[in-house]
């Protein structure tokens, strides 16, 4: 007896009004509504923000700065230099890396001559690193290419923009500091 195999089962698609009904609908947080077409949009753009800044800015920041550091050097000479000397372990959640990952970078860092190894004092199995004065001159290069790449970006935004942006981004940073991982 030959095997039937039944018909494909057409799947219904919900009339055009129900489904941008449904994408307008609001989700409600704490009081608030964003569409789920804006929270979309939200999610996207704070998506490539992200992966500009993990990736590409980097790159770019050292091309401009005409510095010969890889990404990973570039964070943790700003986190030096923003935080002061510190231990491997301190700069591992500083930057969100495991600690085997960092101490790859930071020996890549050191023997480009950025970053500087010494013995803690408080604990002779720990070390400190600091920027060395070569790491310090990539540092001020880097962040001079970063301040003029964004005089870049909001060179055509007028100054309320600017304001504007200037107050949400801080209202954003401040309500991520108090946001953990669980």
């Known amino acids: 007896m030959p095997s039937q195999t039944p018909a494909p089962r057409r799947q219904r698609k919900p009339a055009p009004g129900r ?29 490539f923000i992200v992966r500009w ?25 700003m986190s ?8 491997l372990s301190d700069l591992a959640v500083d930057i969100g890396l495991d600690r085997s990952t960092i101490s790859r970078q930071v020996a890549a860092a050191v023997r480009a001559g ?19 004065a070569r790491g310090q001159t990539a540092r001020q290069k880097l962040s001079q290419a970063w301040r003029d790449i964004l005089l870049d970006i ?12 200037g107050r949400l981004i801080d209202k954003m940073v401040e309500q991520l500091r108090g946001k953990t991982v669980s």
């Open 114 to 132: 950025y970053v500087q190894k010494t013995d803690d004092a408080a604990d002779a199995r720990a070390s400190t690193l600091t920027l060395t």
């Open 80 to 87: 030096l230099h923003r935080l002061g000397p510190m231990r």
């Open 19 to 47: 489904q941008a009904a449904k994408r307008a609908a609001p989700v409600r947080n704490a009081g608030h509504a964003l569409s789920v077409v804006q929270l979309s949009a939200l999610e996207n753009s704070l998506g």
């Open 53 to 77: 800044a993990r990736v590409r800015s980097l790159e770019l920041v050292a091309r401009n700065a005409k510095v010969d550091v890889d990404r990973s050097s570039i964070m943790i000479l």
């Open 154 to 165: 909001f060179a055509t935004w007028s100054q309320e923009d600017q304001a504007q942006f």
